[in-house]
Every structure is written in C-alpha cells, then in structure tokens.
C-alpha cells in the first residue's frame, strides 16, 4: 500500500531502528559461497515460516507490533504484498538449488494465502494485487501449475480494467480512487511496470501478441509520464494534467528497469536495453553509500532493495549486462557480514551489523533473496566501497520538529543532493563504514555554510574525536568547501557521527553534501 509506506519510512519507531553490536558481536567476514546461501535462506524459514498456517510471520519474535500491525491475524501473518516478495524469496531458493523442499513450499505457501485471503478481490490496491498476478506468473513458470497460469491471467485481466485516459492513460493504483484530484486517486510506477512484466510473461504462456500489446501500451505511458531522463519517479496525482511526484525509491527504479528487460526480451529492441542500464545506472551511482545499496527505511521500504536487486539480476542474465555482478556480489557479501550471528538473520540496513530488537520478515528476505540469485565470488573480507558517502543517502537523527532534510535546491552538489536546514541541537548525520584493516584516516567533509561559520563534533564509534570541528563560511548555498578530520577505524563496522550539541557548537545553517577518504 504505496502512501502508507511512503509517510512511514521516513520516520522510524526508535524499537524499529536496528542497533549497532559492539565490537565482536556481529558475524566475523567470511567467503560468500553457496553454503551461506544455504544457511541464509534456512534462517528465514526457520525463524518466519509457520508450517502449520503455511505462512510467514510479520516479525521475528512472532509478536504484533504497532509499527506494522495490519494482514492476517491482525498482523501476526505478513500483509497481501509482502506474502508475495517472501513467496518469490522460495522461487529464488527453489531455482538456485532445485531442491523439492522449496517445491514443496512454493504450492504451500499459495494455499496457505488463500487461505487467509479468501477472496483478493476485496483489497482495493491494484499493486498489491499485480505483486501477486507477478509472483502467480513466475511460478507457473518454475512448475508449470495450470492454477497459477489461471491466477495470474485472472488478476490481470482485473487490475488491467483499471487503465483509462485520465493523466493520458494509465492503470490507477486504488481501485475506490478513479478521479482526479480525489483522496488516493493517483497511477503510480509500482501499479504500472509490474504488469509490464506480467504481460509478457503471459504472453509467451499463451502466444497470444494482445498481451505484448497491453505491455507495450503501459510501457509507452509509464515512460512518457513518470521518467524523466535518469530519473524514475513515483507517481502522478491532482486535477487537470496531474502533477508528478518525484519521489526516489531504489524500488521504482527496479520494477521500471524489470519493464524494460521484459520488452527487450520480447521484442529485441534495444532501446529497451538502453531504458533499463539508464534505470539501473541511476541508483548503482546515486542511491548507495560507498557503493552499497542505502538503507531506505523500515516496513515496506526495507524491501524496496529486494525488488531492486532482482531486476538488476534479470539485466545481468537476461540482458547480458555483466557489468552489474561485481556490484551484485558486493552487495551480497555486505547483507552476509551484518547477519545476527544469534539466527543468521540479515536485516534492513546491509551497511551496519543487525541488532538484537525484532527484524521484520520482508527487511530479511531481501537479505536472503540477494544471496539466492546472486553467483557467490568466494570473496572474504569486509566491503569497504569507493570511499564515498553521499550525506543525502546517510541515517539521520532528528530532533522532535525534525531539524535537518535531504534537498537539492542549490547547484554545486555531488549525487542526489545534500542534507540542509541543518542548526537544531541533538540532530546528527550517521555514517556506517567497513574497513578491512584497522587504522586512522584522514576524512573530508564537503560542505556549504553561507550564513557564517558553523561548527559540529564528530564521533566514532560513539566516541568524541573531534568536539568542535569548524566549517568555515562559505560565499553561497552553492559554494563549497571542505573540512578534514583524522579519526580512528577498527576493522569491520564502525559509525562515524557528524552531530550538533547547542553546548558545544556554533548553531548557525549547515548543508552537508559528502564524505569521502575512507
């Protein structure tokens, strides 16, 4: 349910925010290999699967908390789209090993939904239900379960009756919510692109070239109407034309670069090609921390990165786009290093060792899935990245009216944009960083600062290295400057902290655009 996770991720439950293990509480690096897919993906099971209900749980301690307490069982059971990400989690598993375990699992957990979900057609949200007329698609294929086939062309059939010409066409994301500027009315990416791929998966099912029509049509449309260059934005809604809301989810780039490769698939055509390495380029380069996917949020946005990584995964074999695997497989290594040593389970932020409060079951698939469809490289090590990190894609801390905010009104930044409107006390920019010897560094922040020098203190790994480092005045918003600082770094996970304390620094604005040298 897009606009719920949208105003949910942004500010997360303090029980939700995974802590930082001490030194030697998270695993010790290892290789990558098919055994940590193995162990990866039996921890999921074993620690979300019910058996009985054939269905996974929300939360790991199989308990409800308010931060997600809607699905079954007044959310005891994960709700309508994240059964279907955890369902492909078994494909994942199921295609990587061809084991009759995750057979098994595949029919089960189908009749395990349907048991708890009756009748689908009851949920109003058409993405929901094309995350199912995609999953239904996929497992026909892996099984060849005529039920599925029917599920799936059923469910199209549904959510495709919701296209008309209003914003020039489109399938709209409710189906309570048909007129425009009316409360939820909006056609949005992930309504729109999944059933792109649905399309030509049944129409290679069927032959049938009507559906590669309807997958062109919605393509074309999506194309015209929610990208702009590199940018894949998330929806349009209001009155008249509509207006485009730009949102960034690396989940809105993955479903758009999947529409692309289905159709290049289909139709050989290499714009398509072109489409899906200008999507995918976008968030490899810009939506990452030292080139690690970012950390997006809780609930639904911790499983925006899964989608992701699975189409990315389809441009790498099905588009012969092998540039992506070492990205891919670094990815992989670093969800497999921040595992919870206690149960192997990975959670939603892959730059940082997972903490001991409950994860949710999406937040570990994605950590799962990565491992499933990804070659292991037999890498063994920590994953130090580029060097750079992007303060726009870092952990905030705020202050209760907020304090700081990620922008990109003045020009001269470098990525998406820069953390700015920053003077209010106890807020702080954190940035999680794997080494893979201990040392010091000489780190660089690059700043602007055009009301006056302004002053923070920096911390590592919760200690004060630097209690008031000054950041002289710059001439403009879009003038930079830099700052460096030497810090200590152990081996492995540590937390640099670029924070202000009103007692200890000087309060005027500060825009917070890079970190780099590490």
């Known amino acids: 349910m897009i606009i719920w996770k949208k105003l949910c991720s942004a500010a997360l439950p303090a029980v939700l925010a995974l802590s930082l293990l001490a030194p030697g509480g998270s695993p010790k690096a290892e290789a990558f290999t098919a055994t940590n897919a193995d162990d990866a993906m039996a921890a999921l099971v074993n620690v979300f699967y019910d058996s009985s ?35 492909e989690t078994v494909m994942d598993a199921f295609e990587r090993t061809n084991s009759p375990v995750y057979r098994t699992m595949i029919d089960d957990i189908y009749a395990g939904f349907n048991n708890k979900y009756p009748d689908m057609m009851a949920n109003p949200f058409n993405d929901d239900l094309g995350w199912w007329a995609l999953a239904c698609m996929r497992a026909y294929e892996l099984t060849g379960t005529t039920e599925y086939l029917n599920r799936g062309s059923f469910l199209f059939g549904q959510i495709y009756s919701e296209w008309d010409t209003a914003y020039g066409g489109g399938i709209w994301w409710r189906r309570d ?40 049509q919605i393509y074309d449309w999506t194309k015209s109407t929610l990208v702009n260059g590199s940018k894949v934005n998330d929806h349009i809604e209001g009155t008249g034309s509509g207006l485009v809301k730009d949102w960034d989810f690396t989940y809105n780039y993955g479903t758009f670069l999947g529409a692309a490769v289905s159709l290049y698939q289909a139709t050989g055509t290499a714009s398509y090609l072109t489409d899906a390495n200008t999507s995918a380029q976008y968030v490899v380069n810009k939506m990452v921390s030292a080139q690690s996917l970012m950390y997006e949020g809780e609930n639904d946005a911790a499983g925006f990165k899964m989608i992701f990584v699975r189409n990315l995964n389809r441009l790498r074999v099905q588009g012969g786009q092998s540039q992506y695997l070492s990205f891919l497989q670094q990815n992989a290594t670093q969800a497999w290093n921040h595992r919870r040593a206690s149960d192997q389970i990975i959670g939603s932020d892959w730059l940082r060792p997972t903490g001991m409060s409950y994860v949710q079951s999406l937040a570990a698939a994605a950590g799962a899935s990565i491992l499933q469809i990804v070659p292991a490289d037999g890498y063994s090590g920590y994953i130090a990245g580029n060097g750079a990190y992007e303060a726009e894609n870092a952990q905030r801390t705020l202050a209760p009216g907020g304090g700081m905010m990620n922008e ?22 954190d940035f999680y960083v794997n080494q893979n010897t201990a040392g010091t560094k000489t780190v660089t922040f690059r700043y602007a600062a055009a009301a006056g020098n302004a002053s923070r203190y920096v911390k590592v790994n919760g ?12 001439s403009s918003w879009g003038t930079y400057g830099t700052v460096s600082v030497t810090i200590p770094l152990n081996a492995g996970s540590n937390t640099i902290q670029l924070g202000y304390d009103s007692t200890l620094g000087n309060s005027n604005y500060l825009n917070v655009d890079l970190l780099s040298g590490l």
């Open 53 to 87: 209900a054939k269905y996974f749980y929300v939360n790991s301690d199989h308990q409800i908390h308010s931060e997600h307490a809607h699905g079954p069982d007044g959310g005891l059971y994960t709700d309508f789209w994240w059964e279907a990400q955890l369902w």
């Open 408 to 429: 990109s009104t003045n020009a001269g930044f470098t990525g998406r944009g820069y953390v700015g409107g920053w003077n209010t006390s106890g807020t702080s920019i």
């Open 177 to 216: 919510a048909h007129t425009p500027g009316q409360a939820n009315a909006q056609k949005n990416m992930a309504t729109n692109a999944p059933m792109v791929m649905t399309a030509v998966k049944l129409r290679n099912a069927y032959n049938d070239p009507a559906y590669l029509a309807k997958a062109t």
């Open 463 to 474: 200690v004060v290295v630097s209690a008031n480092l000054v950041f002289s005045s710059t």
